[in-house]
């Protein structure tokens, strides 16, 4: 039901951006990347430049009031005002998604048009079987046998549902070169039942060896068009060690083959050097002339 009022207040938001002229814009994002949202500068500077951000599920923030940062908002740090009053959020999360409105005024005068934008953040989680740990990071240690999980969130202040029967929004998981993985029987790709939440897909697939460094994206589109993806990369743990054992298979075969050449190389030399020193020594003793060398050197 929220979902729905979203909906009709986003809409409310985009009828009355067409009726006072101002602009409306959809900006899509993956988590961890910098954004950079539009104002519509009309005045020289940033003086007059207030960003407000409204989830419609706290009331609304004021980020930035003129030209300056609310430090009192949590996200802060992540916040900055460019030159032309744009809004750059840094390593945006899925509680960044919500309406952001720009607006520039001079003693209570709104000048030029109000900027609203309405940012969704695609995001990427992991699991894995045997390690029942979940990490959000692009790549995860993992292990063929396996069985991976890869969710993937839209997080949207608009409902997927709606989203979807009305503007074609869609969900999908695709390999390196684009094809839609449903319908690769390998993998098992849940878009969650049908008439509930659009917003996540699933994939899960179990982990074959030449799964290394395969890349698996989820993409967002919209009327067929591409708006944000996000890369999984397959590492192997496994590979680490395999290729501490292969070094350690190079090294034990040097060393083997040093010590074979110095079983077979060695004892002449050993050997020779023991004749040369007891040569010497009985050279000065009363058997100069006993001569061992040729019967070893042969
Ligand atoms: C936002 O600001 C950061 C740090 O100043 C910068 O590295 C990044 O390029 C900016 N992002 C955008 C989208 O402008
Ligand atoms: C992507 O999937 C298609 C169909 O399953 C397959 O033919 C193609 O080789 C795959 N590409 C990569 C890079 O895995």
């Not at 240690?141 to 890869?150: A, D, K, N, Q, W």
């Not at 509930?196 to 290394?212: F, G, H, P, Q, V």
């Amino acid at each position: 039901m929220a979902d729905k009022c979203d909906l009709c207040l986003l809409g409310l938001i985009l009828l009355s951006s067409l009726l006072t002229g101002t602009s409306g814009e959809d900006v899509f994002i993956s988590s961890d990347e910098s954004v950079s949202l539009s104002c519509n500068k009309a005045l020289p500077d940033c003086r007059s430049t207030t960003w407000s951000y409204d989830s419609f599920r706290d009331s609304r923030v004021d980020l930035i009031t003129g030209g300056m940062k609310n430090k009192d908002t949590e996200r802060h740090e992540r916040l900055s005002l460019e030159s032309d009053c744009s809004l750059n959020i840094t390593t945006v999360t899925g509680e960044d998604s919500g309406a952001y409105v720009c607006r520039q005024s001079v003693n209570g005068e709104l000048q030029g048009p109000v900027a609203y934008v309405v940012l969704h953040v695609l995001h990427v989680s992991v699991s894995s079987s045997s390690s029942s740990s979940s990490s959000s990071s692009s790549q995860t240690e993992i292990s063929p046998g396996r069985s991976l999980t890869l969710s993937c969130q839209l997080y949207t202040i608009v409902s997927c549902d709606d989203w979807f029967s009305s503007e074609g929004l869609e969900l999908l998981w695709v390999n390196q070169t684009g094809v839609d993985l449903k319908t690769d029987s390998r993998y098992q790709i849940s878009s969650s039942s049908s008439s509930s939440d659009r917003c996540i897909i699933t994939l899960t697939t179990t982990l074959l060896n030449e799964d290394d460094n395969r890349e698996w994206r989820c993409e967002v589109t919209l009327g067929d068009q591409v708006q944000t993806s996000v890369r999984y990369t397959v590492k192997y743990s496994d590979p680490g060690e395999t290729e501490v054992s292969v070094n350690a298979g190079l090294l034990y075969r040097v060393i083997v083959t040093i010590v074979e050449m110095a079983v077979f190389a060695a004892p002449t030399v050993i050997l020779l050097q023991i004749i040369c020193a007891r040569r010497a020594g009985r050279k000065d003793s009363q058997h100069p002339e006993e001569i061992e060398m040729p019967t070893i050197l042969q």
